[in-house]
Nanobody
């Protein structure tokens, strides 16, 4: 079993930056993909970004491309989401998730493990 714990959320103003962290514990494998999702009130959970742990390749939603960067720290078994030029529409609870395998998926049902989420609020 894998446990995921997010941290780094907070209240910021438009244009500011935040870095979210997702620490994985328990049994982990190199052949997996870590993803970030977010959910705003009244909206469905949406895909944000993902990274292939072993290869380091990344994939982003169009809404965050060019502003957000996903990365990993192998030694700490942690994935990060660097969020720059934040906008009010980025306000949401951000979740990290993990799926095993090498295929790219953006649907939440494809992911095996989930964190509890961290709140990001961006004021105008």
């Amino acid at each position: 079993q894998v446990q995921l714990v997010e941290s780094g959320g907070g209240l910021v103003q438009a244009g500011d930056s935040l870095r979210l962290s997702c620490a994985a514990s328990g049994r982990t494998f190199s052949n997996y993909i870590m993803g970030w999702f977010r959910q705003a009130p009244g909206k469905e959970r949406e895909f944000v970004a993902a990274i292939n742990w072993s290869g380091g390749s990344t994939y982003y939603a169009d809404s965050v491309k060019g502003r957000f960067t996903i990365s990993r720290d192998n030694a700490k078994n942690t994935v990060y989401l660097q969020m720059n030029s934040l906008k009010p529409e980025d306000t949401a609870v951000y979740y990290c998730a993990s799926r095993y395998g090498s295929l790219w998926y953006t649907e939440e049902r494809r992911y095996d493990y989930w964190g509890q989420g961290t709140q990001v609020t961006v004021s105008s």
